[in-house]
């Protein structure tokens, strides 16, 4: 199995990024995929966490209503939307395989990406 993220960069407060996942390797149009982050001194934290079939969603409180996640199964992708970003919003986001719908760490999670750096500064 395979995850690769991409998209992350630096970005004004108040601007829009968007993060890709490109799954292989994985049944995906089977799996609920997610996204985490973690900053610098910070413990991993869920941001968000998409069904298998893209009908359902759970986000985290810091980033609800500004952030969306979506998948397009033929393309074995998962998107972060994210919008008015923060600069509480600076960390690396990884995409997983297999999150709960509802908070998680994503402890005990076997699949992960390498991760992709998002900056949120002036």
């Known amino acids: 199995v395979q995850l690769v993220e991409s998209g992350g960069g630096l970005v004004q407060p108040g601007g829009s990024l968007r993060l890709s996942c490109t799954a292989s390797g994985l049944t995906f149009d089977a799996a609920n995929m997610g996204w985490f982050r973690q900053a610098p001194g910070k413990e991993r934290e869920g941001v968000s966490c998409?069904?298998?079939?893209?009908?359902?969603?759970y986000y985290a409180d810091s980033v609800k209503g500004r952030f969306t996640i979506s998948r397009d199964n033929t393309k074995n992708t998962l998107y972060l939307q994210m919008n008015s970003v923060k600069p509480e919003d600076t960390a690396m986001y990884y995409c997983?395989?297999?999150?709960?719908?509802?908070?998680?760490?994503?402890?005990?999670?076997?699949?992960w990406g390498q991760g992709t750096q998002v900056t949120v500064s002036s």
């Open positions: 997983a395989a297999g999150c709960p719908l509802y908070y998680s760490s994503g402890n005990g999670l076997k699949y």
């Open positions: 998409i069904r298998w079939s893209g009908g359902t969603s």
